[in-house]
């Protein structure tokens, strides 16, 4: 949540810094504001809306061709999205302009206490106070780097502060508190980005900061110590995709263009694990074989689409390898006194890395004794940092705000947990993970036959444009696809929908079937149990009772073809892995659909991609 951007070098400071926006726009759309400093002086402009109401205003009146400057793309906590609560913020001298990304817990009191001199506050924000903080420091005599580390110190909560002081120009200084802070090093220039997007078109090689970290960057050196200023030596990374993986590459939006790069996605996400010697590998996970043996319980911790990956892990790790696994909001988890001891490995979900739900829960399972795996997309993300292990996931950055191929390759990293436990603990024999690599193996293609169905699909749902409300119906490994479908249709058309287990309708949501209502069905494949003869009961239910259906069935399904008012065909594939492909049309029908009813579909209301606050 909220996009920062800093920078010192030899271009103009307003370009690089717009520039840098654009790209973590995605992370916040409520207002925009750039400062840059420029012959001892501040100059600020912020506007509220979208960055390119910043832009206009910057075209209509430049900043001085400053080459120091920070910037800030909000999404907003305290105070509604106006021109006076956008960042930057400014000390009552404009000496200091000050950008934050998080919430300070404790503003209020520490704004009172200076109230009390006199000090005027311009906005409702939580923000301001730090920039009033840190002016006072610096008046003092302090250098810029000193004010931050004696105002972080008085500061509760999470934070990414970025501060740039008029009479130091060539310096920009930034602290980190549970909230994202990466360094981009340039030649004769240094950046500073909520994350590497920022400043990929400049540079692929970073710095990640840890926790209460504070870092100073001029053209030429960038020095980080911790809030109380002794030296600290952050770890560098360099940046494995490049500019044309943050541009739309012709589609109309990122989400369009992410939902196309999954078979890609998918198969990076497999590159290199079959060792040698046949076996399934994963070398950075950093979990010793016994402790993967000791295991007695897996709680698996993600929020939103993440979380749906997580159920369909639930479904993988308990099949293949008979270890019980709990799936778990992350949000409630700390609040209901999980059992969780140094048996127990906690999977951490997460795209971006920097969910604070999720980030609070690692925290408090660490502490309980339990090991953490991460499951992520994002180097340099705090998630990956305080875990003990980590299985990257490869879909590249997603920027698009509903998540696509990140959940697709959370769904590959899960399976390739589940097989490398039912490894090592031998609850599969080699042939079978074999067999089952093979199938995944083969999933591009499949996710590809499915993309080559588009049309229809779009077809489909541009029928929808005056539907209100759909329900989505699944079982097994298809019911966290009928959530994951619901979820997409709510945050991209802001329509009502609703994933319901196919055998649960009964219990009481069959009440909302009504004459004409869409309900969207995950066919599983057949040949399982009695899974797909339940599936065509619940089917038959609710077309009984009016609903028209929009089914999803795999190729050759015939049985499905009387009960089907829409039929979406996907490939053969088994059960377990079927969400892989099902969600595909699903994506697809979203994105469609919100775009025939006019949204944004890469920046949806209210939304931003990476939720930094609790
Ligand atoms: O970055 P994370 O995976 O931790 O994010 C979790 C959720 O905020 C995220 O999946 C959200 O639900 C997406 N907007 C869904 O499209």
């Known amino acids: 949540m909220c996009g920062i951007v800093g ?94 990304n998080g919430i300070i817990e404790n503003y209020a009191e520490l704004r009172d206490r200076i109230e009390a001199d006199d000090h005027v506050f311009l906005s409702e924000t939580d923000t301001e106070i730090a920039a009033h903080l840190v002016e006072l420091q610096v008046q003092s005599g302090v250098d810029l780097q000193v004010a931050m580390q004696r105002v972080c110190q008085q500061l509760d909560g999470a934070f990414t502060l970025v501060a740039v002081d008029a009479e130091d120009p060539g310096r920009v200084v930034a602290a980190r508190r549970n909230s994202p802070l990466v360094v981009g090093l340039g030649e004769g220039e240094n950046f500073l980005g909520s994350d590497v997007a920022a400043f990929i078109e400049h540079t692929r090689e970073a710095l990640e900061l840890g926790q209460d970290q504070i870092v100073t960057i001029t053209a ?77 319980k897996i709680i698996v911790i993600a929020c939103g689409t993440s979380f749906y990956a997580g159920m369909v892990a639930k479904y993988a790790i308990e099949h293949w390898t008979r270890t019980p696994v709990e799936v778990e909001l992350a949000s409630e988890f700390r609040y209901r006194d999980p059992i969780v001891d140094n048996t127990t490995l906690v999977v951490a979900i997460s795209q971006s890395g920097e969910t604070a739900d999720t980030l609070q829960a690692i925290r408090h399972a660490k502490s309980q004794g339990a090991k953490v795996l991460a499951i992520c997309n994002t180097n340099g993300s705090s998630i990956p940092r305080e875990s003990d292990a980590v299985i990257y996931t490869h879909a590249g950055p997603e920027i698009g705000v509903a998540s696509t191929k990140g959940f697709l390759t959370q769904l590959v990293a899960c399976y390739l947990l589940a ?113 797909h003869a339940k599936m065509l009961g619940g089917i038959q239910e609710v077309r009984a009772r009016g609903a028209r259906t929009i089914c999803l069935a795999e190729e050759g399904d015939h049985t499905i073809e009387p009960y089907a008012d829409d039929l979406i065909r996907l490939p053969q594939v088994p059960v377990l892995l079927q969400p892989l492909v099902a969600i595909i049309p699903l994506q697809l029908f979203a994105c469609e659909l919100a775009t025939a009813l006019g949204h944004d579909v890469d920046q949806p209301r209210n939304l931003a991609k990476s939720v930094t606050v609790e």
């Open 419 to 531: 097989l490398y436990v039912a490894q090592v603990k031998g609850t599969r024999y080699g042939d079978e993970i074999d067999e089952i690599m093979g199938q995944l193996e083969a999933m591009p293609d499949h996710i590809d036959t499915v993309l080559t169905r588009a049309d229809s699909i779009y077809e489909l749902a541009r029928a929808h444009v005056a539907t209100r409300s759909v329900l989505f119906l699944g079982r097994h490994a298809g019911y966290p696809v009928a959530l994951e479908g619901a979820l997409k249709l709510k945050e991209l058309a802001y329509i009502h929908a609703e994933g319901f287990a196919a055998g649960e309708l009964k219990h009481g949501p069959i009440a909302l079937i009504e004459e004409g209502l869409p309900v969207l069905c995950v066919v599983p494949p057949r040949g399982r149990d009695q899974l």
């Open 7 to 100: 920078y010192v070098g030899p271009q103009r400071a307003q370009d690089v810094v717009v520039d840098g926006l654009r790209r973590l726009e995605y992370r916040g759309y409520d207002s925009a504001g750039v400062a840059v400093v420029h012959d001892g002086v501040l100059a600020v402009a912020k506007r509220s809306g979208k960055l390119a109401n910043l832009e206009k205003v910057l075209a209509d009146k430049p900043l001085p061709p400053a080459t120091t400057g920070i910037g800030h793309t909000r999404w907003a906590t305290h105070g509604p999205p106006n021109d006076a609560n956008a960042h930057p913020h400014t000390g009552g001298a404009r000496r200091v302009a000050l950008v934050h």
């Open 220 to 296: 030429d050196e960038v020095t980080v110590t911790d809030f109380w200023g002794s030296p600290v030596e952050p770890t560098r990374f360099h940046v494995d995709w490049d500019l044309s993986a943050a541009e739309k590459d012709g589609h109309d939006w990122f989400m369009r263009k992410e939902i196309f790069e999954q078979p890609r996605a998918v198969a990076d996400s497999l590159i290199g694990r079959r060792g040698v010697n046949g076996l399934l590998q994963l070398d950075e996970m950093r979990l010793a074989d016994e402790e993967i043996r000791d295991l007695d």
